[in-house]
Each structure stands twice: as structure tokens, then as C-alpha cells.
């Protein structure tokens, strides 16, 4: 079993900065890669932010330029800076983490989520 553990939201205003961390622990054994998720009222659930083990990124278009995904493959922990953020990035953030198991089966495991709100 794999648990992560989001932290760092808040209550931001429109301009300012978040940085949130998800720490993973628990039976670890061959990690894909790491992703942050973001989902607003009323929305589908979205991906943010990914990167890999290798440290290969990826970012959705409306956050391009200003948040950035990180992660220390060590510590089992990956971080999303986010800069000049505006009220439309106002989401619950999921960290996930993916893992293979065998050889074409990949686990997917969720945090419990935490709030950004951004006020304008």
C-alpha cells in the first residue's frame, strides 16, 4: 500500500505564490512517475503537472510559464511551484503517483487532495 500526503495550499491573493508538496511512503517499488491534478467546482478532474523519474516534465497549457514540477526520486517526493497565480487556478490539488507492477501493469495511487484558493 502507497500513501501520499499533499501539503501547502492555502489561501493565496491573485499574483502570489504556493508551493505544495506531496511526501509518498509505503510499499514503493519501481516509480513511473509523479503527477500533480487539479479539479474546480463543478470540473472534470485536469492534469497539472507530471515528470517522470528521469525528471522529464510535463505541464498543461494554461499553467505553462508559471508553475513549475519538481521531484527528489530519493525522498519519494515531488513539489509544484506555482507562480503568479490567478483565481482560475481556485482547485482542490491531487497528488498522484504511478508504478509499475510487473511488466505491463501500472498502479495508480492518489493523495486526499488540498485546497488553493485564489482571490482576486
Known amino acids: 500500500q502507497v500513501q501520499l500526503v499533499e501539503s501547502g495550499g492555502g489561501l493565496v491573493q491573485a499574483g502570489g505564490s504556493l508551493r505544495l508538496s506531496c511526501v509518498a511512503s509505503?510499499?514503493?517499488?519501481?516509480?513511473?512517475?509523479m503527477r500533480w491534478h487539479r479539479q474546480a467546482p463543478g470540473k472534470q478532474r485536469e492534469l497539472v503537472a507530471a515528470?517522470?523519474?528521469?525528471?522529464?516534465?510535463t505541464y498543461a497549457d494554461s499553467v505553462k510559464g508559471r508553475f513549475t514540477i519538481s521531484r527528489e526520486n530519493a525522498k519519494n517526493t515531488v513539489y509544484l511551484q506555482m507562480n503568479s497565480l490567478k483565481p482560475e487556478d481556485t482547485a482542490v490539488y491531487y497528488c498522484?503517483?504511478?508504478?509499475?507492477?510487473?511488466?505491463?501493469?501500472?498502479?495508480?495511487?492518489w493523495g486526499q487532495g488540498t485546497q488553493v484558493t485564489v482571490s482576486s
Open positions: 498522484n503517483l504511478q508504478q509499475w507492477r510487473g511488466v505491463l501493469t501500472i498502479m495508480d495511487y
Open positions: 515528470v517522470t523519474s528521469d525528471g522529464v516534465t
Open positions: 509505503g510499499s514503493i517499488v519501481r516509480v513511473k512517475g
